[in-house]
């Protein structure tokens, strides 16, 4: 079956990272990035590939899937953007990741190299796992979190929406984090965080309120 037209929203020098990793999937072929904030950016190619202006993507959205490759918790707002243009979001899980399959994992989510996900867990929508990264049994990813390289989620946890897990960060078994939070990268979660707080250190103190994700 001939690869499905896939297209990066996001045209950072991590964009280039997540094609490169993402580059060998056979069912897609990644063909050019979108940009939503200068669209003189669009004159010129991005890893030798063309970059399209997000509000000129409508005639491609029945031939091309897309995804979103920006960290931020707040990229429900560019993503919100192109479904309302009618395009389909392509789930991306890497050959070397491993998901039981008795995990389920949502539209729009990757899953980048190496990453390891126990059985009967929930990855929501739009979620970034970013490289190494391992997430225990009978856990709850919410929508939008973004999951940086390295950190370790234990079992029976629940990571709430557009959250954000710095590198290297441990959460450990049972623990739950509220909508929006900051764990800061190499903190070790002992107990729950509320939401909209930021968290660092070992063990993970909440160091600042008002959080909003990243």
């Given amino acids: 079956m001939k690869p499905q037209p896939l297209l990066i929203l996001g045209t950072t020098d991590y964009a280039l990272v997540f094609a490169d990793a993402f580059s060998d999937l056979p069912q897609f072929e990644i063909t050019g990035f979108v940009e939503n904030l200068d669209r003189g950016r669009c004159a010129q190619k991005h890893g030798g590939l063309p970059v399209h202006w997000v509000d000129d993507l409508a005639p491609l959205r ?32 890497h050959p070397t990741a491993t998901v039981s399959k008795k995990s ?24 970034q796992v970013n490289r190494g990264v391992t997430i225990g049994h009978h856990t709850v990813i919410e929508d939008w979190v973004t999951i ?15 959250t954000y897990i710095g590198i290297g960060a ?22 729950d965080v509320p939401a909209n707080v930021l968290v660092v250190g070992v063990p993970a103190k909440v160091v600042k309120e008002g959080i909003d994700g990243k």
């Fill in 104 to 127: 389920t994992v949502g539209e729009g989510t990757s899953l980048n190299i190496g990453c390891i996900v126990a059985g009967f867990t929930r990855l929501g929508g739009y979620v």
């Fill in 148 to 162: 940086q390289p390295g950190a370790n989620i234990a079992g029976h946890c629940h990571i709430g929406p557009q």
């Fill in 62 to 93: 029945d031939t091309h899937a897309v995804i979103c490759c920006l960290s931020t918790t707040h990229r429900d707002r560019y993503i919100q953007h192109v479904k309302r243009l009618g395009f389909s979001f392509a789930t991306l899980i």
């Fill in 170 to 191: 441990t959460v450990v078994d049972g623990v739950k984090i509220g909508a929006h939070s900051i764990v800061g990268a190499g903190a070790v979660v002992t107990k």
